[in-house]
């Protein structure tokens, strides 16, 4: 078999209407994104972590984390003390970042029920350093993305919802996101021009709007 990928990108841009982003069953039996960029294709695996890799034996270092943490309380009957050096911060940072690219491309093919699951994986990882890390710049470093995080599992949330007929607990989900990123910023002391310009808000309104039509009509 040969290594070279150029007859596998000559056939997926063959078609002028094909999207950018496709899922593919791989040699393994297993279901992967591939997203065409200018270069070639890029490849994730669509469970576990994006990279295929199993850190420690573990699906993600957030679940090694999550391990240590829990044998942590186990020995001690606390979890105080436990802590997240700078390294380990780093380490789950760049780990959430794969799992941005994913959920975003679960989004364009509208896996909505893996882009959910990303998501609210991502929101543990920023609870965890935000509870567990040595230093405040480590803690605080996602904080400014949890808005935007929230919008996004909130939306799949509630498309999941709209897709099985239930448009009330889509509502009820965009609504008690925007409660919560409201609460969010006025704890961070945002202003309330600032809260009233904020992109994530104006897109969970334009989604609630979008369902609501769905809805009624």
Known sequence: MSDDIGPIIKEWDKDPNAKKIRKIIGQDGKEKIQIR??????????????????????????????????????????????KLDSHDCERLRDEALQYYHRYISFFEIEDYVRAERDTARNLRAFDLMKKYAERQDDALSQEKYRPYVIMMNTRAKAFICADNGNFVGAIDAIEEAIEKIITFYRDNEFDEFDISQSQELAILRATMKEIRNKWEG
């Open 37 to 82: 960029v200018d270069f070639g294709i890029l490849q994730m695996e669509c469970d576990g972590r994006p990279d295929g890799k199993r850190p420690y034996g573990k699906e993600s270092l957030l679940e090694h984390y999550l391990s240590l943490l829990d044998e942590y309380k186990k020995e001690y009957g606390t979890d105080s003390g436990f």
